[in-house]
């Protein structure tokens, strides 16, 4: 049967019966940009968001498996679930990243066998057909396949916010970083048609969008696979990540442009000109260290060394002025010593991050790192990620002082939490501004904001 005829049988079941899905997203960007296209499908089928979990006839659970941690959030939702499964037959459909794991799919099939779909990362699009099998025929649904996945173009989509949207530009990851799982589960690195992504962003700038991010594991390696995986022979001149940067910046309507995330072992010259050249992206860019010590890197397989990624860092503040630098932090790797783990202290130090997202190591089945015998102890993993925050957080404030007196443009996201006759927006590098409205402005525009205090976990300023 057609995809169009299946989604008009769901349709047409369950019409009049005011039904209602929740989605549960776990991990990174990539994974709510594949939930917005999940909301997408679903609600063309004829569900509507529930407000409240409880009244949800579908719970679809977006899954990752990056850190243990977001496993054992998932495992104690679907507990929580079982009831409301006995007491009205709520749908329970689970896809993403941790579904591609054999292990893991393993333990679903055995020990929650109440669960009706399993979809995979490669398998998304399919979700229309795989609930008119559990709807109409009445069957359990296990769809995950291994291979990498061709790109598809056109699902529907509900996105989350009204002025910033998320585009994907690449899947998967071909790095094999020895402590990762991605390149396992979302498989090898594909990028779309970059006329495929230009179309997608003129088409939300007629719709009202304004910021756009670029979502890659890798973006800096986009064009890397000659467009393999494209349905159709892709006849763009736009082959690289500088060149697509360059090609969005051009579409009138977007105003900010961001992405996520780069390599530094890929970070080119030709994109630090295109960030330089185009006031439109932001000049907060993320750029994962995730150890200082060359000989941890290495073993962590990242391609560039302690000084390497100094020297990036300082081409970049160099070339691109007023620019701001977040990073990812990984502490007790297999094997880091005292010494290494001070390495990463010092780079920290040196660069002067303006945000750390900062993790403690967790053990991956299927990586090389997890195989290694010498684990770091759990309590001094512990001692190293409160060591980190600690001068992350004594950096902060010495951060916030360097805003006082600038002039920061700020999309006004709506009133603030704690003062309702206040905005609240975001400069570049994600601090929260509040400010007064000045009658003008409304939430959604970018307003040009003077910054002139600082409290330590938000800046507060007013409209020039
Ligand atoms: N343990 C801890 N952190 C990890 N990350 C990826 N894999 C692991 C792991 N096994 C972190 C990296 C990456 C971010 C998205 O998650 O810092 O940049
Ligand atoms: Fe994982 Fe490394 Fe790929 Fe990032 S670049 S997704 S950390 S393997």
Redesign the pocket.
Known sequence: MEKIDLVKEVRNEIKDKNLKYTILTFG?QLNENDSEKIAGMVEEMGYSKADNFEDSNLVIFNTCC??ENAEERLFGKLGEIKKMKEEKNTIIAIGGCMMQEKSMLEKIKKSYRYVDIVFGTHTLQTLPEDLYKVIIEKQKVKNVIDIDGEIIEGLPIKRNDKFRAQVTIMYGCNNF?S????PYVRGRERSRDPEDILEEIRGLAKEGYKEITLLGQNVNSYGKDKFKYCKKEVKSDIDNFAKLLRAVCEIDGIEIVKFM?PHPKDFTFDVIEAIRDCDKITRMIHL?L?SGNTKVLKEMNRGYTKEEFLELAKKMKDNIPNLYLST???VGFPGETEEEFEDTLDVVRKVGFEQI?M??????EG?K?AARPDQVPEEIKHQRFDRLKELYDSEVEAQNKRYIGTVQNIMIEGKSKNDETKYCGRTDSNRVVVFNPNGKEKIGDIAKVRITENHKWFLTGEIV
């Open positions: 990174c990056v850190r970083c402590y990762c799982i991605v995330s994962p995730q990812d932090i990984i997202f993790f403690i190591y967790s053990k991956r990586t790192a």
